[in-house]
T-cell receptor, first 113, second 108 residues
Framework: DGGITQSPKYLFRKEGQNVTLSCEQN?????MYWYRQDPGQGLRLIYY???????QKGDIAEGYSVSREKKESFPLTVTSAQKNPTAFYLC????????????FGQGTRLTVV | RKEVEQDPGPFNVPEGATVAFNCTYS??????FFWYRQDCRKEPKLLMS???SGNEDGRFTAQLNRASQYISLLIRDSKLSDSATYLC?????????FGKGNQVVVIP
C-alpha cells in the first residue's frame, strides 16, 4: 500500500541529546514537509522540500535540521539547540501538481525529559 | 497578523444541526485553499479543496471569498462522527500553511 510512514510513534529522549525522526513515503511525491503541533497552536512549519537535495526553512526552523538525499526520505533531526522540543511532529508529502493536497504520516510524539 | 486565523471554539453543535465557521488569511498571494480534518491525537486528513466557485461534498460545503480573504466550511445535518478539529490551509510561495483549527463537538 502506498503511504507515508513516520517512525517511531513515541520517542523519549534526555535533554541535551539530538534525535532523528524518520519520514518515508512511497507515493512518488516531490514535496515533503515537517510540522510541529503543540496543544492550541495548530501546525507550524519547520522545514519543507520541493526536490531532492534542496530544502527551505519554515517558520520555526531554529534547533532543527533536515536532509533530502532521496526522494522518498526526509528525516528531521531535533538538536539540543531546540529549547522546547517536546511536541507532536508530523511529516507530510504532496505531488507537485497538487501541492496543497498533502498526505500525512501518523506522527511522532517526542518527549524530552 | 498571522497568516491564517481561525476561532478555535469549541463549537458545540446539536446532532442534526448546521454549523459554519470561517478562516481568514493574510497572504493575498495564496494560490489554493483546503480544509483538513484532524481527529484527536491523529494526523490531519484532507477533507476538501476549496474552489473559487464554491464546492460541495455531501453534507459539507466550502466557499472562498478572495475579496475579503476568507474561506468557510459549512456542515449540514451534523453527525456525532463529525466531531473533530477542522483545519484550514492554504498553499502559496511553495509553502502549505495551516490555521489552528476549529474544534467541533457534536452533542447527542
Amino acid at each position: 500500500d502506498g503511504g507515508i510512514t513516520q517512525s517511531p510513534k513515541y520517542l523519549f529522549r534526555k535533554e541535551g541529546q539530538n534525535v532523528t525522526l524518520s519520514c518515508e513515503q512511497n507515493l512518488n511525491h516531490d514535496a515533503m514537509y515537517w510540522y510541529r503541533q503543540d496543544p492550541g497552536q495548530g501546525l507550524r512549519l519547520i522545514y519543507y522540500s520541493q526536490i531532492v537535495n534542496d530544502f527551505q526553512k519554515g517558520d520555526i526552523a531554529e534547533g532543527y535540521s533536515v536532509s533530502r538525499e532521496k526522494k522518498e526520505s526526509f528525516p528531521l533531526t531535533v538538536t539540543s539547540a531546540q529549547k522546547n522540543p517536546t511536541a507532536f511532529y508530523l511529516c507530510a508529502s504532496s505531488a507537485l501538481d497538487r501541492e496543497g493536497e498533502a498526505f500525512f504520516g501518523q506522527g511522532t510524539r517526542l518527549t524530552v525529559v | 497578523r498571522k497568516e491564517v486565523e481561525q476561532d478555535p471554539g469549541p463549537f458545540n453543535v446539536p446532532e442534526g444541526a448546521t454549523v459554519a465557521f470561517n478562516c481568514t488569511y493574510s497572504n493575498s498571494a495564496s494560490q489554493s485553499f483546503f480544509w483538513y480534518r484532524q481527529d484527536c491525537r491523529k494526523e490531519p486528513k484532507l477533507l476538501m479543496s476549496v474552489y473559487s466557485s464554491g464546492n460541495e461534498d455531501g453534507r459539507f460545503t466550502a466557499q472562498l471569498n478572495r475579496a475579503s480573504q476568507y474561506i468557510s466550511l459549512l456542515i449540514r445535518d451534523s453527525k456525532l462522527s463529525d466531531s473533530a478539529t477542522y483545519l484550514c490551509a492554504y498553499y502559496g510561495n511553495n509553502r502549505l500553511a495551516f490555521g489552528k483549527g476549529n474544534q467541533v463537538v457534536v452533542i447527542p
